[in-house]
């Protein structure tokens, strides 16, 4: 009897060569329940990068998918993906997520930054609004989630100012992505940062709890000032969604700990892990073969929480089944529960739009809009534990608050590098970098491959 292979075929796709970033035919296999992906470059030969941990959930994703959102382009296909971006006419996926990075300065210096971030001019405001400007109008001034970045932002001298611009401009919710050094240190700047609510929350790098996740990830020690940062945006009632790079050895252990904390901690509304990406300042002697992934972090949820969340709780989001998975608790009393423990999300998946959002509003709209293909009352019902009839009678900052207060999210989103790049996936990707010369770039291809021409001018 002939040989069979160690491996079990899934699909073919392209990815590209770490060594000369050339694209290069690719198959995507299923290895001892891991997924893989099994390139060949004609130059450098054969190479195997793990793409998911767990094969059963990257293999169920599919039934998640969706017709994707058409979005405005701003450039031609000439070279092809990656090397198109702006976005280009081949890109699958609207911006759910736009990025503006207001400075290229921050006061950390992280050893595992994907930006290189440290000095350089910030963007004046003009630029900035006119960035904002140019998202609202490719997305048919209904952008969704603008997030303000950097470099630190919060170094950048006219930062109230920019938040206030972005309120002005109508973006449903506004993020400042910062970590937290400012917010520890400020407390009057906190309290200006109050006044922005609802609508408005911090999205704060918080890693874990050792001292030695912070010197490893951040350089330094500053566990105690994520506690006052966090202490500080409880006095002022100021949402925030923790967001933790994780790496296999270091953190991977604290996840739910983690979890526990987020719950348990007034105003904090959510919590976005991220594997780490291997591209910016992050050295190459970190074991690339063996990285944790997006499907590992749900197993290790599950394992550290001891089931209350559950692998099965976590659903493909929608807008990019490949790369992010989500799942929303809602308050029951003194308790958060998962919805999808009796809400069937496949059953309803043409009323969600593509978008990391919750707009309970617009999700209301979509079951008028699908009455004939959707059982109305069976979906009023599951729903009702998140969005009670008692919903549609509040008023607009009643209603921002209500999501606020009792609901949850914790997502997990898994940025695209050179070993893991997946063709398919990166045309999916919804979070975009805004550019100065007025492109959206998804933010995994800005990182590998667009980031120093700008950097360079």
Same mark, same amino acid.
């Given at each position: 009897m002939s040989k069979q292979r160690d491996y079990k075929l899934i699909s073919y796709t392209q990815s590209l060569c770490p060594i000369c970033i050339k694209p290069i035919p690719t198959k995507i296999i299923e290895k001892n329940n891991s997924i893989y992906l099994k390139k060949h470059c004609f130059e450098h030969g054969d190479q195997l990068e793990i793409l998911e941990e767990d094969a059963e959930f $990257?293999? *169920?994703?599919? /039934?998640?998918? %969706? &017709? *994707?959102? =058409?979005?405005k382009t701003q450039t031609k296909i000439a070279k092809g993906c990656p090397f198109d971006c702006g976005l280009c006419p081949d890109h699958e996926q609207h911006t759910c997520i736009g990025l503006i990075e207001v400075t290229p300065q921050c006061d950390l210096g992280c050893p595992v930054c994907f930006a290189c971030a440290g000095s350089g001019e &910030?963007? &004046?405001? %003009?630029k900035i609004e006119e960035m904002m400007d140019f998202l609202q109008e490719s997305e048919s001034n209904e952008a969704e989630i603008l997030q303000i970045s950097g470099g630190e932002p919060t170094t950048h001298p006219d930062i109230l100012r920019i938040i206030g611009m972005a309120k002005d401009k109508k973006f449903k919710y506004v993020m400042l992505n910062? @970590?937290? !050094?400012r917010i520890a240190r400020d407390e009057e700047f906190v309290k200006e940062l109050s006044r922005f609510t609802p609508g408005f929350e911090v999205y704060l790098q918080f890693? #874990? +709890?050792?001292?030695?996740? $912070? *010197?490893?990830l951040r350089g330094r020690d500053i566990f105690s000032i994520k506690q006052k940062a966090i202490e500080n945006l409880v006095k002022y009632k100021v949402p925030i969604t923790l967001v933790a790079t994780i790496e296999k050895g270091i953190n991977d252990n604290e996840l739910g700990k983690i979890v526990e904390f987020g719950i348990k901690t007034k105003y904090i509304r959510g =919590? @976005?892990?991220? &594997? =780490?990406? +291997?591209? #910016?300042? !992050?050295k190459k002697e970190h074991n690339i073969k063996d990285r944790i992934t997006m499907t /590992? =972090?749900? %197993?290790r949820i599950e394992e550290q929480t001891k089931g209350m969340i559950k692998k099965s709780d976590f659903i493909p989001l929608p807008c990019d089944i490949d790369r992010v998975a989500v799942t929303y608790l809602y308050r029951n009393k003194d308790e958060f529960i998962p919805i999808t423990r009796h809400l069937n999300i496949k059953n309803y998946i043409q009323i969600l739009d593509n978008t990391f959002a919750f707009d309970a509003d617009k999700i209301m709209q979509n079951v008028k809009k699908n009455e004939s293909c959707c059982d109305i009352l069976g979906f009023l019902k599951e729903i009702s534990p998140l969005i009670p009839p008692s919903f549609i009678l509040k008023s607009e900052k009643e209603k921002v608050e209500f999501v606020d207060e009792n609901t949850f999210r914790i997502s997990v989103? *898994? +940025?695209v590098d050179i070993y893991n790049f997946d063709m398919a996936s990166i045309k999916r990707e919804c979070v975009h970098i805004i550019t100065p010369d007025l492109k959206r770039i998804p933010f995994s291809s +800005?990182?590998?491959?667009?980031? %120093?021409?700008?950097?360079?001018g």
């Open positions: $990257y293999k *169920s994703r599919e /039934g998640y998918n %969706k &017709p *994707s959102t =058409i979005s &910030p963007l &004046p405001l %003009k910062t @970590n937290g !050094l890693d #874990g +709890f050792d001292s030695k996740t $912070y *010197s490893y =919590i @976005n892990f991220q &594997p =780490i990406a +291997f591209f #910016g300042r !992050l /590992g =972090i749900i %197993k989103t *898994s +940025f +800005f990182n590998m491959l667009h980031r %120093k021409r700008y950097l360079n």
